[in-house]
């Protein structure tokens, strides 16, 4: 599979392993220097074999300190961007989850469930490497842009925005159908030390203290309270960390969102304009951006004529994960999981107490960790696809793709610690799909998906009785279905809309 249709990919003696999706970028002529850069890869060596993924996934992990000196020493952006997209484009998904579109047969052999999940699959599912290379090509053109314009108009960005992450379901290999979603996490610094302080935990720079479960408050210690002091009122840079603080001295959520948005809409302002909206030109072509803000997210969405494209930019900070949280049903992290740091992101807290609880509170994020359960077992994405084509397809809007992966990791977690997780290679993919299914339908039915770092925050929580009821009941039909092996075809009407199933009910007669 190196090839994947790559040609100009011939034997570089650089050290930039250029492909046709960078030279865009160099086109562009962003030279930028940026300030450093963490890069969280997977490596997979051949279609469906995953077995080999990890070993050269720590290895990559490892080096995240070379590459952060070589972009220290002044790599242009557009090979930062090109290291950080390179894995996801050449390993990640065109390896193991894209098919082309001359893969799809013209005329399946449908003969039982398996090979009707196996041919709505392929059809409806799998991303079409044609897709894909435009999208990622329009993401890395204008992601690249709109991250160095960042860099230029605001100095506290530029020092201290130093790790771009993938998250989200490209990351973690689970997006159907179209790459035209990205989620990138944006760690920013700070100018004090994230450490707990050993002698004094109490007066760490960054005092984490729990609030609602999954749920942080930041306080700032005496460092960090005395930036000003320490560094003179005039430390332009610096200064803006202290201004995020409230008269308690908490980091708050709310000013750091807004200074981080505020970078952004400064950013796009430099871009030309067509008509009133911001552009950016790949191959000649004119792609307008207009932004939304959700949660924590502040969203581009990009798009020309035939053509959507969705970034969430979500601002994160990282501690060690010796500070993990402990006590009060937090889970503490399983050894195989450990990636050495965890994140925040500023996400309110609606379910909290006092008005504080809002503008303080940051949501725990351990994407990292999490994608460990995901590893190496082609099968169980599998079968998180099928679940989200049928999600999308029955529009249960208010599951999102996070809640169903948490439905995944509860039972990862239970199979192996009765020794039962080869289930995911052992079971065929119908098997697997009805007991996820199964495994939904009880959730719905408890009206509980339970955070997997801490049961105490029920995910579902917040959605409203009527609606869950709705989904259940769609649920309890498939599955009535799904246990009458004669009537397989009708599994299609339920994980297809309307007019995918007007196109696909020929093959099923
Ligand atoms: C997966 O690996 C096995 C054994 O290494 C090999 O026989 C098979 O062809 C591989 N499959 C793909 C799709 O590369
Ligand atoms: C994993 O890598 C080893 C050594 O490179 C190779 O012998 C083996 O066949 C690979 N396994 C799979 C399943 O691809
Ligand atoms: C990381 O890179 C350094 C320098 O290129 C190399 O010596 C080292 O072996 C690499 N480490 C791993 C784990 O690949
Ligand atoms: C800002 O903080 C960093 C990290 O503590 C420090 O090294 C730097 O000197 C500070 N900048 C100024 C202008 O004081
Ligand atoms: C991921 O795969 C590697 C290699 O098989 C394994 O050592 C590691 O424990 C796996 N992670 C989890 C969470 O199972």
Known sequence: MNGNGNNNNNGNNNNNNWSWWQYGAAAAGLTA??????LATRNTNSLMNDSNDSSSEESHQENS???????????????IIGDLMQPLVESTTIKEDTVSRSSVPSSPCITNLNSLLADIYVRYIALKREDFKLHYRVFNEVFSTI????????????????????????????????????????????????????FNPKESDIVIEQSSPGFVQLRAGVQYQKILVRDGVDSVINKTAYEWLDDRKYILRSKFTRWFKSV?????????????????????????????????????????????????????????EDRWLDGRSYRSIPPECRRGYWMVVPKPNKGGNTVHDEERSWRVALQDQ???????????????RLMKKFRDAQKMDKIASYYIKTLFFWEYVELQASNRNDMWEKSDIATLFKYMLRKFYSALDKKEIPYFWNRRHNLIENVNNALINEYKYKVARLLSILDDSWKYKEVAKYLLTNNEYEEYKIFLI
């Not at 220097?33 to 963490?38: E, I, M, N, P, S």
């Not at 590459?67 to 242009?76: H, L, N, V």
């Open 65 to 79: 300190s070379q590459s952060r000196e070589q972009a220290d020493r002044g790599k242009s952006v557009f090979s």
């Open 370 to 384: 999490e994608k460990q359960f995901l590893n190496n077992t082609y099968q169980l994405r599998q079968t998180i």
């Open 147 to 198: 991250h160095s314009n960042m860099k230029e108009v605001d100095k506290y960005y530029q020092r201290y925005s130093s790790n771009v992450q993938f998250a989200g379901s490209h990351y973690d290999r689970l997006r159907i159908k179209k790459p035209d979603e990205f989620d990138v996490d944006i760690v920013i610094g700070l100018p004090v030390n994230f450490c707990v302080d050993p």
């Open 33 to 38: 220097a940026v300030g450093g850069l963490y």
């Open 264 to 320: 952004g809409y400064r950013a796009l302002n430099r871009l030309p304009k067509k008509g009133v909206l911001p552009v950016c030109y790949v191959d000649g072509v004119p792609y307008t951006i207009r932004t939304s803000e959700s949660g924590p997210a502040w969203t581009l969405l990009i798009e020309a004529p035939g053509f959507k494209l969705d970034v969430d930019l979500v601002p994160a900070f990282r501690f060690p």
